[in-house]
């Protein structure tokens, strides 16, 4: 019987479930670090910062993962495209918190490093989909 564990399954060279792909997971990283750097926030922004800045956070995994669940690679390339988008909205409202000082610039340093490195793996992954496509 073969193991569920990610890592393990990983580990083998296995990919078995979007929860396998390390794009997901350090996504899923990423937004957790989101939701834990928005409890800091003023209650007020609740409904408007807070919010914003979770929901971009969450569609990054989610879309990842609504993609690699789809039929065909031009659906699961646009998914991940969607997914960047996510990032990069999720990246503006951290620099924008930052700005109006709902979070200090170490606060959100980290948040937009995984940024980066999730937006590295995104790009890598669509470019990976789109050369098996021509091939």
């Not at 580990?11 to 990283?29: H, N, T």
């Not at 990842?64 to 969607?82: C, H, K, S, T, V």
């Not at 979070?103 to 050369?131: F, H, T, W, Y």
């Amino acid at each position: 019987m073969g193991s569920t564990d990610p890592e393990t399954r990983r580990a083998a060279g296995s990919i078995q479930s979007y929860r396998d792909l390390r794009v997901w997971q350090q996504a899923m990283d990423l937004a957790e670090s989101c939701y834990r750097l928005t409890r800091g926030f003023p209650r007020k922004e609740l409904y408007g910062a807070v919010t914003q800045m979770r929901r971009s956070a969450a569609s990054v995994p989610a879309n990842i993962a609504e993609g690699n669940g789809r039929e065909n690679r031009g659906e699961y390339i646009q998914f991940l495209r969607i997914a960047q988008g996510s990032l990069k909205e999720l990246e503006t409202h951290a620099l924008l918190a930052q700005r109006v000082g709902f979070a200090d610039r170490e606060d959100v340093a980290p948040l937009l490093s995984r940024c980066e490195a999730v937006g590295k793996m995104l790009r890598a992954l669509i470019r990976s989909l789109q050369s098996k496509g021509k091939a």
